[in-house]
């Protein structure tokens, strides 16, 4: 469910937004395109292909310490793409936007500098048992370089994160608390802020991997009150490549550069080099300026939409796509959390979910199938791979009933 | 026929429905397990030779139509056929579905063909004969679609410990 006060949302022109978004007209396999796979990655408005095109055609150099006019405007373009990323974080700095490859690499970034020189062998870090890959392989790797160990918050069947369990785990060696604000598997909407209070009160730090959770809530870092909150580019309407690390700022200030390089120094001799400031100690070599660039365009335009309204459109999708598909004989929803964003993992009984993928594109209706970068949390669930429908603002009802019947096809090819 | 059509032929979904051979075999020359960790599929393949013949092949496990049809069709197809043959044959399977230029084969693997136009799934129709290969070259206990660098058990060494009670 929506985090935005139902009372406000209004009615949303899903047409007008569609036309914004030229990759969603065309004909797959002979049919009009669905695209039900947001959650893997979401589709970008005209205006962000432009802005790509544009600093391209008119505005590129490498940015800092130029003194031509290119250099000037290329600069000036990256640095107000990060004052947009910090205005839709409600950061209180850019000196706390650090531009990242994706979120994965947000994630590496912490456990390597953050993480890393303060963990001593036995110490803990806290994580669930629905991260999505990229937040449990660099957790791993920091552990083995320490000899800390990963600790995981187990889940209930619903897909909920098991509360007791999470403050019986914060325990007097826990150093870090790094969960997802919203699982891409399942779905499910964690209780960030009272996960932030709980960790807190004992004085351990929190990550989120927020990466699916910017499309569909509000993110505000301060009310949040964690202290690191990744996300991608890709995900939020914006390119491939490029993505976030918030960090708090006296906490950035204390952390060692990772990467080292042009860009990230103040300094250079062959002796020593000292490191620049907030963000740049964090960027070294030249950045993916056309990402940030494309990414700043991207959350303008998102922030520009009247938010409560696509989210409470995406609610109604949710609601209708869980009684489509709970609707169809033999399918079973994994992940079914109270509060959810848009998105639906089942199971057929009789079906492999790579049939039902195959068979569903024959159809124009693109949804993912696999085990989504969570092999540990299907383990958990006996089921080697699910069948995912992820939504956006820009679906209709009309694409929901296509899946259905799409569905309703693909179960009656493998029937006796 | 559509492309969907040709691809889940009736022929390969029988097989799916009512896969041949798929049972524990009793007494085993070895077993090799094919997994593809990229999509959860396991298929375990059997095989008992007599001499350089294989008997007999059975599969077990799980994965997607195309991966137990394919494994269906490939237990029934080596049985009776020299080691080298059911490699020959294994490798034509190969050539038809890695590259859509490779001769057609005879019979229900002929059915087998449209998933060259399907490169994501050509794993899944090539799992079980990737498990059966690796059977009948190095003896590998376990063959994976994805290269994870550690050494495999043989069947040699599983029968060892098999017999030392392991």
Known sequence: MSAYPAETASVLDVDALRAEFPILHQQINGRPLVYLDNAASAQR??????????????DHANVHRGVHTLSDRATRAFESARETVARFLNATSTREVIWTRGTTEAINLVAQSFARPRLQAGDEILISTMEHHANIVPWQMVT???????????????????MDAF?????????????SHVSNSLGTINPAARLVNLAHERGIPVLFDGAQAGPHLPIDVQALGCDFYAFSGHKLFGPTGIGVLWGRESLLEAMPPWHGGGEMIRTVTFEKSTWNDLPFKFEAGTPNIAGAVGLGRALEWFMAQDREALAAHEDTLLARCTEVIEALPGLRIIGTAEDKVSVVSFVADDVHAHDLGTILDHQGVAIRTGHHCTMPLLEWYGVPATARASMAFYNTHEEIEILG????RALAMFRD | MTALEALYRDVVLEHNRRPRNFR?????????????PLCGDRLMVCLRLDGETIAEASFEGSGCAIAVASASMMTEAVAG??????LALADAVSGMLRERSGDLLDGDLAALAAVSAYPSRVKCATLAWEALRAGL?????????EDEGAPQDTWAQANESARNGH
């Open chain 1, 45 to 58: 408005p005209a205006c962000v292909i432009d802005a790509i095109a544009d600093y391209y055609r008119h």
């Open chain 1, 144 to 162: 083995e370089q320490t000899g800390a160990r990963l600790r995981v918050v187990p889940i209930h069947r619903s897909g909920e994160l098991d």
């Open chain 1, 167 to 179: 403050e019986r785990l914060l325990g007097e060696r826990t150093r870090l608390v790094a969960l």
């Open chain 1, 405 to 408: 019947q799409a569905l309703e």
């Open chain 2, 24 to 36: 524990r075999m009793a007494a085993p020359c070895g077993c090799t397990d094919g997994v593809n």
């Open chain 2, 81 to 86: 056929r020299t080691r080298t043959q059911a």
């Open chain 2, 137 to 145: 070259t190095s003896g590998a206990t376990r063959v994976s679609t």
